[in-house]
């Protein structure tokens, strides 16, 4: 229903549903790069602000957007209220489909729900930023020198019309928490892959990132 809604609203670089059998959707193909190879796609400023204003092309496009009476989300119930609108959930860099540097697609719905917009652009910084170290940046991230993390950080709220960006360095911490939450509530629901994840120590791994941005949080700020 979301991705019907979608394209019938103008915001036509979402998969269009092709029908249900067995159980499982079909999805129609969006041409492009994504998963790996989105990270490198972020890397200057023209694709990190690009990616900025798919998201809130997205967001503006869910405004009215009503589920059906019983649907469920996966960490939700009930329609939006107020100000809110429906949040992708994943939003990063590996579900955008980039052709030629520029964000043409948006993939993987499965954790959409309403929400405060922040969530997901809390939920973007943490990949764009990055949140994360100089040496992961530069060996993982493909960043060719230490990244500007507040410059990056200020250029993506500029790009999605946040006014300011006050408080966001702590709606990313508090993003990171939530996630915690998240992989273990899908974790003990036996819903894979999260259960796995748990199993291998992914939680102590989601905590040591909510404690290396809390301790170098004046990297953002």
């Known amino acids: 229903m979301l ?6 609203n103008g915001f036509d670089r979402v998969p269009m549903p092709l029908g249900i059998e067995d159980g499982r959707e079909t999805l129609s193909h969006i041409a492009g790069e994504s998963g790996a190879r989105g990270w490198a796609m972020v890397v200057p400023e023209r694709g990190l602000r690009a990616m900025a204003r798919l998201l809130r092309e997205y967001h503006d496009a ?5 589920p059906p009476a019983g649907s469920r989300w996966a960490f939700h119930e009930g329609p939006p209220t107020p100000g809110q609108v429906i949040c992708h959930g994943d939003f990063g860099p590996w579900n955008v489909v980039w052709r030629g540097g520029v964000p043409v697609g948006l993939v993987d719905f499965d954790f959409a729900e309403p929400g405060d917009p922040l969530l997901d652009i ?13 040496e992961e940046a530069l ?3 493909t960043y060719p020198r230490p990244p500007d993390r507040r410059g990056r950080i200020a250029a ?20 990171q928490q939530l996630d915690v939450a998240h992989v273990r509530r899908l974790a ?4 894979e892959p999260q259960r796995t994840w748990v199993e291998e120590g992914t939680l102590d ?13 004046g990297l953002f700020e």
């Open 156 to 175: 993506f709220a500029d790009a999605y019309g946040v006014a300011n960006t006050i408080g966001l360095v702590d709606a990313v911490i508090a993003r």
């Open 62 to 66: 869910t405004d009215g957007f009503l």
């Open 139 to 141: 060996r993982w991230r």
């Open 3 to 8: 991705l019907r809604y979608l394209r019938a």
């Open 122 to 134: 809390a939920y973007a910084l943490e990949y764009v930023a990055p949140f994360c170290d100089d």
């Open 205 to 217: 791994q989601l905590a040591e990132r909510v404690r290396w941005s809390t301790e170098n949080r």
């Open 188 to 191: 003990e629901l036996d819903i």
